[in-house]
């Protein structure tokens, strides 16, 4: 059973920088995409960013402010969140989808950004 587990969440101020780590076991699994979603109080998750071998995307909110990086070696997808707003606010959850489209969530990480 693939199980992915975050870390890396917690308070800061507007302004600061976080980064969420993101891993998978077993380390037989070998995710096809990588993905981060939030989910902010009242309103819907929502795709924070993406990366395939191929290419990246990024919600326009956190364009030039968050990055999106992985180790397929260690099985781990990484979240570096720059210049944190209070509208970053949320909980946020990474995903894998294996190459046969399974998905899979991680517990999610909670990320409060004070003004």
């Known amino acids: 059973q693939v199980q992915l587990v975050e870390s890396g969440g917690g308070l800061v101020q507007a302004g600061g920088s976080l980064r969420l780590s993101c891993v998978a076991s077993?380390?037989?699994?070998?995710?096809?995409?990588m993905e981060w979603y939030r989910q902010a109080p009242g309103k819907q998750r929502e795709l924070v960013a993406f990366?395939?071998?191929?290419?990246?995307y990024y919600a326009d909110s956190v364009k030039g402010r968050f990055t999106i990086s992985r180790d397929n070696a260690k099985n781990t997808v990484y979240l570096q969140m720059n210049s944190l707003k209070p509208d970053d606010t949320a909980v946020y959850y990474c995903?894998?989808?294996?190459?046969?489209?399974?998905?899979?969530w991680g517990q999610g990480a909670q990320v409060t950004v004070s003004s």
């Open positions: 995903n894998m989808r294996s190459w046969s489209h399974d998905d899979f």
């Open positions: 077993p380390n037989t699994f070998r995710p096809k995409n």
């Open positions: 990366s395939s071998d191929t290419s990246t």
